[in-house]
């Protein structure tokens, strides 16, 4: 059974850091484009950042460009986003989610339609 389960989120202060985990089970991220949205309280879902399934191409948001990293390590099938320079307007609940895009792909989405596998999220506050 595939599934992605999201870690890492917690309380930060502004210009702090997080990085949040996103661990596949029942695939492997080799045949997987992965992404992560957010949510924050009472707004719609955002796209933050995406990876291909060959790992070299990955895209970002405006709003995180240069703040926000995602990588990959296929060893532990995991995906990560490194937050750096934490705003309160990053405050939400963060999802990775799943597409096959098959192995090498440069294929990099951004729309939640997209994606089909989600995970359940994990919620990222930053408090002053």
């Known amino acids: 059974q595939l599934q992605l389960v999201e870690s890492g989120g917690g309380l930060v202060q502004p210009e702090g850091s997080l990085r949040l985990s996103c661990e596949a089970s029942g695939f492997t991220l080799d045949y997987y484009t992965i992404a992560w949205f957010r949510q924050a309280p009472g707004k719609e879902r955002d796209w933050v950042s995406t990876?291909?399934?060959?790992?070299?191409?990955?895209k970002h948001a405006d709003s995180i460009k240069g703040r926000f990293t995602i990588s990959k390590d296929i060893a532990k099938n995991t995906v990560y986003l490194q937050m750096n320079n934490l705003k309160p307007d990053d405050t939400g609940v963060y999802y990775c989610?799943?597409?096959?895009?098959?192995?090498?792909?440069?294929?990099?989405?951004?729309?939640?339609?997209?994606?089909?596998?989600w995970g359940q999220g994990t919620q990222v506050t930053v408090f002053s």
């Open positions: 990876i291909s399934s060959s790992g070299g191409t990955t």
């Open positions: 989610a799943a597409q096959w895009s098959g192995s090498g792909s440069t294929w990099t989405p951004f729309l939640g339609t997209e994606f089909h596998f």
